[in-house]
């Protein structure tokens, strides 16, 4: 159906509209499509043949609307494809937006606020007390009203909380990030100014989502509607949008391969293919794709990648979904000569990360110490005021400042009020405006700190939603590069896009897809990831994620937007090969110096270790534990979704501890698990058996968290237990190629094997770890 554009209206609608194409063009209203109304301009849908179109347009164009006269033209294709893109993509968000909010407002719906607050998923009774303005915003801090201990709750640092006072499910109230939490109190930290009623008694937290990131993804995608060919602010390029959306090929497909000849390498010891995926990323002028499977550098060539565009003079950008992955990467930049900013809350940052983030940064900042000395006088002036009236409604009586003001100067009094009383509310209404004038200043400075923290920085690096926030409003960079590229949906990965001139993506779509929340969208397609739809269109290689793997793997060098990696540093042959077989057709190749490393030199007792646990035997690379001989069924907690199994949490954290007895350094070892309450079950398994610092370094965490990273030894607690074999998100094959290629020198995989083997996956793995592997009885393991 064609469409028109209408320009010139004033404040008509859509009933003018109709009535005058109807009247002035004699066309049907039946045939009038879809009207679209922003300010002066309304796209119409019409269904009109090509020389009824013609016929149309002369008449309309220069014609009336309402009282408005209108120019009208015909919709061209391209603005038209933008168009349909956009409205697509927006209509996927708002689903996804939608099934996140309803799921929450279920769970609240359903539960009285007592049993959240039983939960751990709600605290009552609160009070809210002003802790003044920090960089991450302003600080509330919430205590139960006569200072009592809060009840076990699962809100944690780095939490969105939503804040309400009778009804929790109200449009308005707000939402702030848990910047502390205490035996006694939750700290929140809100964007802007919250309302005065969190001070009052009564006052409900409850755990929330995060709409901002929806919004960003949003607004990413209106800026499509005004791309630029010359580029400032937050609007994309015109010629990567058109890549995106599909009108415009990358001009390494229109062209030829190009490549950038690089001399002097950061990382030598980078091979012959990595070398080429650097040389050809940093030589696009739009797109380039780095793929392969897990281990195989693709994070390694990616932060080259950004050392060579740092130092041909580029603003460099580093983004990836999640925060862990965006922590991956300054890890790998901290590593060297370049400095990484890592922008975000810091308390989603990793503690060992701390220094490179903007707080840190402007801790030091000259700039923002003056902004602090300049708030802090503002507040002096403010305690000032507290020994003098203020112009309240009883002593101000109608009277206006500069009223107030003009009387002080004349020392008079007026309605009533004496003139010392018009004295003192003149002059605490200088101490306002002092003040005030001070707390811009303070703001301004503030900006221009952080200004100067991204221009002294060579990278920027943080998660894409972070990418939309205000703190890089209006930032261009040259090149954006994003880790992880296919496990973030297409629209989280248009907001960091929309600032930059090329990209550069890293990802695997034999790992884990997005998490999609709507099944809506994701039958829809918001789980195709933009790598993907880039890497089938332009590619030479059609390899979507439901095609046979034989063709995954073996895309040719000569790809035209895409970079292909094969050689493996990570994993010891046999953990690599069960996933190399299963899921990329035996491509992967480990390198020398990883085909046979096991843990035997990790350990400074690995004898006296694996007497106690055959599982943990040094020169074992891949195990898998049997549970199904011991009772050890899953459960779940009331009202949560998850599931957790207290017994095999218990077996892998006595795991842990005896590797960490024997010598294993806590960086060395993970423990990960595809359910977020087991993960909880085993923190709390290990909790007061570690110390401090060991605790700090063990990483417990998510299989999807998990993604990205990597670690010596790694205990997978697969959970599901059950006599209906129903094994959940389990049979996603992609998630334990996830969970397993974690692992360098030895993978240990804990699970029900009758239970497991209901997933083709797992029925796989146990042939293979038969095989390949070794299979142990978890009943024998325990009696030793
Ligand atoms: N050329 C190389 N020489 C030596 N070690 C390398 C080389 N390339 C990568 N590595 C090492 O291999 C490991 C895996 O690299 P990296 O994390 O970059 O892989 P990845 O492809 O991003 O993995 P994943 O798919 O799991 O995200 C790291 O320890 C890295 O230091």
Redesign the pocket.
């Known amino acids: 159906m064609p469409t028109v554009l209408v320009r010139g209206l004033a404040d008509e609608g859509p009933g003018d509209v109709v009535g005058a194409f109807a009247g002035e063009a004699d066309v049907d209203p039946d045939r009038i499509g879809d009207i679209d109304i922003d300010d002066e301009e309304a796209l119409v849908d019409l269904e009109l043949e090509n020389d009824e179109l013609e016929a149309f347009v002369e008449t309309m164009d220069g014609n009336r609307v309402g009282r408005s006269e209108v120019s009208v033209t015909p919709l061209d294709e391209e603005t038209r494809a933008v168009r349909d893109y956009v409205d697509e993509q927006s209509r996927l968000v708002d689903l996804e937006r939608e099934a996140e909010m309803e799921r929450h407002e279920r769970e609240i719906r359903q539960l009285s606020g007592r049993e959240r607050e039983s939960k751990g998923r709600a605290l009552l009774e609160m009070r809210g007390r002003d802790e003044g303005e920090g960089l991450s915003g302003y600080l509330v801090k919430f205590t139960k009203r006569y200072g009592d201990a809060l009840p076990d709750t699962e809100i944690s640092v780095g939490d969105l909380v939503m804040i309400s006072k009778r009804d929790p499910l109200r449009d308005d109230n707000p939402n702030g990030t848990v910047t502390r939490v205490t035996n006694h109190s939750v700290t929140v930290s809100f964007e802007s100014n919250p309302p005065g009623w969190l001070f009052d008694d009564g006052i409900r937290l409850d755990l929330y989502v995060n709409d901002v990131t929806y919004q960003r993804m949003l607004e990413a995608l209106d800026s499509f509607l005004e791309a630029e060919s010359d580029l400032e602010g937050d609007v994309p390029r015109e010629h990567l949008r058109d890549v995106i959306v599909g009108l415009e090929d990358p001009e390494s497909v229109a062209s030829g391969p190009v490549r950038a000849a690089v001399e002097d390498w950061y ?1 030598e ?3 012959e293919s ?1 070398r080429e995926a650097v040389e050809r990323a940093v030589a696009t002028d739009d797109v380039h794709l780095i793929h ?10 990616a932060v080259e990648a950004i050392r060579q565009a740092v130092d041909r003079g580029d603003s460099v950008l580093a983004t990836a979904a999640s925060n862990t992955a965006v922590d991956n990467v300054v890890e790998f930049l901290a590593d060297g000569d370049h400095e990484p900013l890592r922008v975000g809350h810091p308390a989603r940052v990793t503690p060992t990360l701390r220094e490179h983030t903007l707080d840190a940064r402007l801790e030091n900042n000259e700039t923002y110490r003056e902004s602090r000395e300049v708030r802090d006088e503002a507040f002096e002036l403010l305690d000032e005021q507290d020994g003098l009236t203020a112009p309240s409604g009883r002593w101000r009586r109608g009277l206006s400042d500069e009223r107030i003001k003009q009387l002080a100067e004349e020392g008079r009094g007026s309605r009533g009020i004496p003139p010392e009383k018009i004295e003192e509310m003149a002059e605490w209404l200088e101490l306002q405006e002092r003040a005030d004038e001070l707390f811009d200043r303070a703001e301004r400075l503030e900006q221009e700190a952080v200004a100067e923290e991204i221009e002294r920085a060579d990278v920027v690096c943080t998660t894409n939603s972070t990418a939309g926030s205000d703190l890089l409003a209006g930032q261009r960079f040259d090149t954006l590069v994003i880790d ?1 590229a296919t496990q973030a949906t297409e629209p989280s990965c248009l907001i960091p896009i929309v600032k930059a001139d090329r990209v550069i993506m ?1 990802g ?1 779509h034999r ?1 884990l897809p997005p998490t999609i929340q709507s099944r809506e969208a994701e039958r829809e397609g918001l789980d195709e990831t933009l790598f993907e739809t880039l890497a089938e269109r332009y590619g030479t290689d059609d390899d979507g994620s439901d095609g046979d793997a034989d063709r995954s793997a073996s895309a040719p060098t000569d790809d035209p937007i895409r970079s292909l ?1 094969t050689t ?3 994993m010891h042959e046999r953990i690599q090969d069960f996933s190399s077989e299963r899921f990329y057709d035996g491509a992967l190749e480990p ?1 020398e ?1 990883v085909r046979d490393h096991t843990l035997a030199g990790l350990l400074s007792d690995p004898d006296e270790t694996a007497a106690r646990y055959s599982a943990l035997e040094s020169g074992e690379p891949l195990v898998f534990v049997d549970t199904s001989d011991v009772d050890a069924p899953e459960r779940s907690r009331e009202g949560s979704p998850s599931t957790e199994n207290p017994s095999e949490a218990d077996l892998v954290a006595e795991y842990a501890r005896a590797l960490l007895e024997a010598g294993l350094e806590a960086a060395d070892l993970a423990v990960i698990s595809p359910y977020d309450d087991q993960v909880k079950r085993i923190e709390d398994e290990l909790e007061g058996t570690l110390s401090e610092e060991t605790a700090e370094a063990l990483e417990v965490d998510t299989v999807d968290g998990f ?2 990273r ?1 670690k010596a030894v790694v205990l997978v607690s697969l959970v599901r237990s059950n006599d209906r074999r129903e094994v959940g998100f389990l049979d996603e094959p992609r998630r334990f190629n996830v969970a397993l ?2 692992a360098r020198r030895k993978a240990v995989v804990v699970g029900d094997r009758d239970t497991v083997t209901a997933a083709p996956v797992f029925d796989d793995f146990l042939e293979y770890a038969r095989t390949r592997g070794r299979i142990v009885d978890a009943s024998r393991e325990r009696e030793q």
């Open positions: 990382d010891a980078l091979n990595q392969g499977p897990p281990g195989t550098g693709k994070t390694t060539t992880e890293a695997d790992q990696l493996q540093y990570r390198h110096s993604q990205g990597e290629t974690r």
